[in-house]
């Protein structure tokens, strides 16, 4: 017998005439909220692989009559992933159902699928909880076991690059100003110039204040002078 189980003895107020009101949990609880910048998709297979392959690299020169120059494409290893399932589960005695006066026990199926949002967003946000973590968990790891965020990545041509501060500027005037720079000096496996652009700046709720601080004011915050916060034209992006 499960140790959860809800037995009527246990719950002979539900059973009973004379409440006024029965209050259950029913306070707005957070929806999922990852899906502005996090992709979901339906597994197909409990084991899934990735695979990447390179372009080509940047075109050189040729003289007149000289031999084309030849170039090759990269393979990466593969990254598998295994995934994860969860469950929850209630365990109710028919006469606890069948004898409930005030609706106790029907809408828990509605509290298993607020259980579930939770799951998928404390799973969802893991990712960026252990993007700095050279030591996370595997799946948090590129193919290569490094970090998601990091200031040298390896790239398949032998060269590196980065897609984090070297100083940590963190939640700053400055922090999202370095940061949209290097985003958009970002390169591909090849050394080649990819088009990149910030749109979504996400911050815990600490933080958000001074995220909308330094995002939506006309001149730069914390200064005793008139400069222009050169920011502005970052206004559209969205903060989470």
Not at 41 to 68: C, F, H, N, S
Request: glycine share 8%; aromatic share 10%.
């Amino acid at each position: 017998m499960s140790t959860a189980l809800h037995q009527f003895s246990g719950w002979t107020t539900a059973f009973e005439h004379g409440l006024t009101n029965v209050y259950r949990g029913e306070l707005r609880l957070r929806k999922i909220e990852y899906t502005p910048w996090l992709m979901e998709k339906k597994a197909k297979r409990w084991y899934q692989t990735d695979w990447e392959v390179t372009g080509v690299g940047q075109m050189p020169e040729k003289d007149i009559g000289a031999a084309i120059s030849t170039d090759r494409i990269y393979q990466s290893d593969k990254k598998t992933f295994t995934l994860t399932a969860y469950a929850l589960g209630l365990v109710i005695q028919y006469e606890a159902i069948r004898w409930d006066l005030y609706g106790v026990f029907p809408r828990l199926a509605k509290q298993l699928a607020r259980s579930a949002t939770d799951r998928y967003n404390i799973v969802g946000y893991g990712i960026l909880n252990e993007a700095f973590n050279g030591s996370a968990d595997t799946k948090y790891l590129t193919h290569k076991s490094e970090a998601i965020c990091t200031s040298s990545h390896s790239r398949l041509d032998g060269g590196t690059w980065s897609n984090q501060l070297a100083n940590n500027d963190g939640l700053t005037y400055e922090g999202i100003q370095n940061g949209c720079i290097l985003m958009e000096k970002q390169v591909n496996e090849r050394g080649r110039y990819i088009q990149m652009r910030a749109a979504l700046l996400i911050t815990s709720t600490d933080q958000k204040w001074i995220a909308k601080t330094i995002l939506n004011t006309t001149l730069r915050p914390g200064t005793a002078n008139n400069d222009t916060n050169t920011l502005d034209d970052m206004r559209r992006m969205k903060i989470e």
